[in-house]
C-alpha cells in the first residue's frame, strides 16, 4: 500500500445509523423496484418470490456477513482485504473480480437510473402525462432508442455519483444515503392504495403470492439466487468494501440482517405497489425491463395530482439508484486509491470516463448497437446477466471458501462476536456453519445446473 493513504487517518462511517443507511442504501436499489418485478413478472410471480426469499436467506446474507467480517478486519479496499487475510495464495483474485464487475454492473446500472432521472423530466415537464399505457410506452421507446439522450443521461447519473463520491465515505455517502430512504418507503405505501383500489387488482396479488410451482426452472432457480446476490450487493466486494469503513462496535450480524429484512419488504412493497396495476390495466405481468416505465406512469396518472406523484417519485427512485451506484463505484475507486495511491478525486474521475466508455455499449443496446450481439444477447443484456448470474455466484462461492476455510471460522467468530463484546455466540455460529458446508455447495450446484453443464 502506498503510504498517502496511511497518513491520514481512514474515512469510514461514523454512526451506527450512518452504517445501517449505507448499507442499506447499497442494498436498495433499482434491484427492487426494477429487476425484483420485472423478474417476478417473467418467472411466474409467487414461485419466483419464495425461491427468492429462501436464497437470501441461505446464499445472500450469509455471503453479505462473511463479506463485512473480512473488510472490517482488513480494513482495506477488497482486493487488499483479501490479500491480506489469505497472504501466500492468489485470493486478492475475488477483489480484483470485484472490480471488474464493479464495471459491468454499473454498465448497465447507470443506464437504468439514466431512464429514471430522464423520467424525472419527462414528468415534471408534461411528457408522460397520459394515463394511456400505449402513449407511455411511446414515451419510452422514443427515450431508448434515442443514442443521443441515452448517452447524455447516463453522463448526467456518472457526474453526479462522482461529484458525492469524490466527497468522501462519510461525508459523502453517509450523509446523502441518511437522507430520504423513509420517504421511498412512504411514496411506495401510496403508490400500493392507488394500485390496489383499481377495479380487478386482486388478479395481481393472487399472481405475487399464490405460488404456482410448474413454472420453475433450473434458469428460474439460478436467476432467483442471482438476483439475492444483486438485491444484497453482495459477491463481488462492495460489502467487503463497506465493511471496511464499519465501527469496530457495530454489531455485524444484527446490521446484516436489518439490511437484508428492509430490503425484502421494499421488494414485496414494490411487488404490491406494480402488479394490481399491471393486472387492473390488462397488461402481461412479464413485459420484463419496461414494467417500471411504462406501467407507473399510467399508475400515477390514474389518481388524483398523479403528475406531481409521479415527479416525486421517479426522484426517489433515483436516490435508491443513487445509494446502489455510490457502492458500486467506490469498490474501484477505493482500490485505485490506496492501491496505487491515486487521489479519490483522480481516482473516481478515472473511473468514470472509463465507465462512460465501457457503458456507452448498454447505452446504446436500444439503439445503435441493437442488432449487435455478443451469446445472443445485447450488451445491456449481457452485462446484466453476465453479472448476475455468473460473477456473483462465482464471486460469493469464493468468499464462502475463503472466510469459512481459509481466513478461517476461529477468525470469523472473533470478528462477528466484537471479540466476544457482543451475546450473539449461537447465531454466529449457526451463520459459519452456513457460510461454511450450505452455502457454497448450494451456490455451486445451482450454478452449473442453472447454466445447463449438469442437469437435476
Ligand atoms: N443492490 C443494488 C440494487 O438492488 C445494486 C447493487 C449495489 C449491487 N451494489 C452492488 C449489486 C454490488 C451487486 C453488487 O439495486
Redesign the pocket.
Known sequence: MKSSSSLKPRDGFTTGLGVIAATLG???????IW?FPSLTGTNGGAAFLILYVACTLIVGLPVMISELAVGRRARANAVTSYGKLGPGQPWWLIGAAGVL??FL?LAF?TEVAAWVFAYIFKAATGGLATNDPVVTAQAFNGLITSPVQSLVWQWIVLAFISVIIIAGVSKGIERMTKRLMPALFVLLLIVIVRSLTLPGAGAGLAFLFKPDFSKVTAATVLAAMGLS????????G?MTTYGSYFRADQDIPGTAIRVMLGDVLVSILAGIAIFPAVFAFGFKPDAGPSLLFITIPAVFNSMPLGGAFMVLFFILAAIA?TG??L??LEVPVAFLNERLGWSRTVATIGTSLLLALVGSTAALSSSLLADTKLFGKTFFDLFDFA?SNLL?PVGGLFICLFAGWRWGAAEMRRELTNSGALTNARIVNLFIGIVKFVTPVLVFIVLLNGLGVIKL
Open positions: 447499497s442494498a436498495i436499489g433499482l434491484g427492487n429487476k464487475a464493479a454492473i446500472y446476490f444483486f438485491k444484497l450487493s453482495v459477491g463481488m462492495t439508484a446502489a451506484m457502492s458500486l453479472s456473483l
